[in-house]
Antibody
Framework: EVQLVESGGGLVQPGGSLRLSCVAS????????MNWVRQAPGKGLEWVAN????????YYVDSVKGRFTISRDNAKNSLYLQMNSLRAEDTAVYYC????????WGQGTLVTVSS | QSALTQPASVSGSPGQSITISCAGT?????????VSWYHQHAGKAPELVIF???NRPSGVSDRFSGSKSGNTASLTISGLQAEDEGDYYC??????????FGGGTKLTVL
């Protein structure tokens, strides 16, 4: 059974940093593109970033470029999102999603940016 | 990187069919076969119902079908059931090599 479990969310002040993790199981993690997608409270989905199987390609939505970094550790079946210079508008539930088509999603982790 | 355009809401009675549109440009929906649709129940994670414009993942009912014409993709749900209620989002690959979502459509089964 495919499982994706996110962690690392919480309350952080504007300008602060947070590192999200997503642990995968039930499939060959190293064979899959992986994505981060976020959803602000009461709002729609926003694709944030994705990373190729070997981490040789990474892409970001403009609003997080230069502040967020996506990475992965295939030996640990883990995906990460390092978030720096956080803003109030980054407040959202952050989901990791498998593959180019985003066929499986985790349950999400809530990030709240507030003073 | 503008969001794709979806109607805010659609509704239908049990047993009826509904279609949700997803309008983009030649740089996203019209230019690639990588359009997907997701169903999200309130408070839950999204679930994939259509990928690559027309394909259904295993386990998804054949009442769900996808199509594309020019820069607009569509999701059709036939034989509406109460469990189909929720929010539906389209997504497309883009010429910027990123993905973009539509604003979402709330489906109400009357």
């Amino acid at each position: 059974e495919v499982q994706l479990v996110e962690s690392g969310g919480g309350l952080v002040q504007p300008g602060g940093s947070l590192r999200l993790s997503c642990v995968a199981s039930g499939f060959t993690f190293s064979n899959c593109w992986m994505n981060w997608v976020r959803q602000a409270p009461g709002k729609g989905l926003e694709w944030v970033a994705n990373i190729r199987q070997d981490a040789s390609e990474k892409y970001y939505v403009d609003s997080v470029k230069g502040r967020f970094t996506i990475s992965r550790d295939n030996a640990k079946n883990s995906l990460y999102l390092q978030m720096n210079s956080l803003r109030a508008e980054d407040t959202a539930v952050y989901y990791c999603a498998r593959a180019f088509s985003m066929d499986y999603w985790g349950q999400g982790t809530l990030v709240t940016v507030s003073s | 990187q503008s969001a794709l355009t979806q109607p805010a809401s659609v509704s239908g009675s049990p047993g009826q069919s509904i279609t949700i549109s997803c309008a983009g440009t030649s740089s996203d929906v019209g230019g690639y076969k990588y359009v997907s649709w997701y169903h999200q129940h309130a408070g839950k994670a999204p679930e994939l119902v259509i990928f690559d414009v027309t394909n259904r993942p295993s386990g998804v009912s054949d009442r769900f079908s996808g199509s594309k014409s020019g820069n607009t993709a569509s999701l059709t749900i036939s034989g509406l059931q109460a469990e189909d209620e929720g929010d539906y989002y389209c997504s497309s690959y883009t010429s910027s090599r990123i993905r973009v979502f539509g604003g979402g459509t709330k489906l109400t089964v009357l």
